[in-house]
């Protein structure tokens, strides 16, 4: 229902307009022009406070300003939202490093166009509590994990860097929707996930207090979520693959100093989206790993973080035939050189 709402929103002519011709809150979005490109975004997950700011993109007319008809998906892991770039089903996507690098290794013709999140989220995640306050106390433990996303495949590499085999933990696999339930109820120890997200939405659903570990802080320091987009997409259309890099930094750049506004925007236009105080937590999060006092602008990345990215999924989670940077990203996109 509400993305047939959004749909008569974008054809809705704007009644009127804050300075700047920016719809004030609560207005419609404007309309995309007449011959505006469709484009797809699917997402990595169901959406949640993360990507609010492709929301309150379209919303404020971002993507419309650029020519770019939007229609945001969301997704089931990134690693099937790489596929579905690589397989044409979607435009762009939004998609965590380390299974952008291994899929690369394996062949899929894809790239990133820039990294948003410049320090990845991955965490182990436990309640206030439970006494696991190093990786290495997950000796012996059960830890929850969803067979396909980020944080699982990406978890063996965690434990190598603390000097741990998969041996010394029992991973017990499960549906996403189930790990809270299992966290909760005591059915695993710990449960794999970016802090950010279910963090957040444990403390509002039970009232417990919600530790995590990051990978980051623990010897995984890999970049995070980033726009994905097909090799092909990228050789024939470099124009509009840099308008929407563009749309999607300036979103996320005003997304973060407007939180209530962009978070809002989901509650509008996303759909199955958590509470809308959950949101705005989310976003908050997530705002610190935009590094924006190193990168300055959101997106723009450094050869040296991807080369450091590389290093470290070669020594700890064995990553096939390793490349320069270049093979797995495209560095004049973010940085305003790709129009």
């Known amino acids: 229902m509400k993305r047939l709402i959004a749909g008569v929103l974008a054809g809705m002519l704007l009644t009127a307009c804050a300075p700047g011709g920016q719809p004030t809150s609560g207005e419609a979005a404007p309309p995309p022009p007449k011959d505006a490109e469709k484009v797809t975004l699917t997402l990595n997950w169901v959406p949640y406070g993360e990507h609010a700011p492709f929301y309150y993109g379209l919303k404020k007319g971002f993507y419309a300003e650029e020519g770019i008809a939007l229609e945001i998906k969301p997704g089931s892991g990134s690693g099937n939202t790489i596929k579905a770039v690589a397989a044409g089903q979607t435009t762009f996507g939004w998609a965590d490093t380390p299974p952008l690098l291994n899929s690369v290794a394996a062949g899929v013709p894809v790239k990133s166009a820039g990294v948003f999140l410049q320090k990845g989220p991955s965490s182990i995640e436990t309640l206030e509590g439970s006494g696991i306050k190093s990786i290495k106390d997950l000796k012996g433990k059960r830890i929850g994990g969803t067979p396909g996303d980020a944080m699982y495949a990406t978890f063996p590499a965690l434990l190598a860097a603390n000097g741990m085999a998969a041996t010394d933990v029992t991973v017990v696999n499960m549906d996403a929707a189930n790990k809270i339930a299992q966290l909760t109820t005591g059915g695993v120890d710990a449960i794999m996930g970016f802090f950010h997200d279910q963090g957040p939405t444990i403390e509002a659903k039970t009232g417990k207090k919600v530790e995590y570990l990051l990978y980051a802080d623990n010897g995984l320091n890999l970049l995070g979520t980033g726009i994905v987009v097909g090799n092909d997409t990228l050789a024939n259309k470099k124009d509009l693959v840099a308008k929407f890099v563009r749309a999607t930094q300036k979103s996320w750049a005003e997304a973060v100093k407007n939180a209530d506004d962009a978070a809002q925007s989901m509650v509008d236009l ?70």
């Open 270 to 339: 996303a759909e199955n989206e958590p509470p809308l105080n959950v949101l705005v937590k989310q976003l908050k999060l997530a705002e610190p790993l935009l590094k924006l006092s190193e990168a300055g602008t959101p997106g723009k990345n450094t050869e040296a973080q991807w080369q450091d990215a590389i290093s470290l999924m070669t020594k700890y989670a064995n990553l096939k035939d390793p490349k320069a940077p270049a093979q797995y990203w495209d560095g004049s996109l973010a940085s305003g050189g790709g129009a």
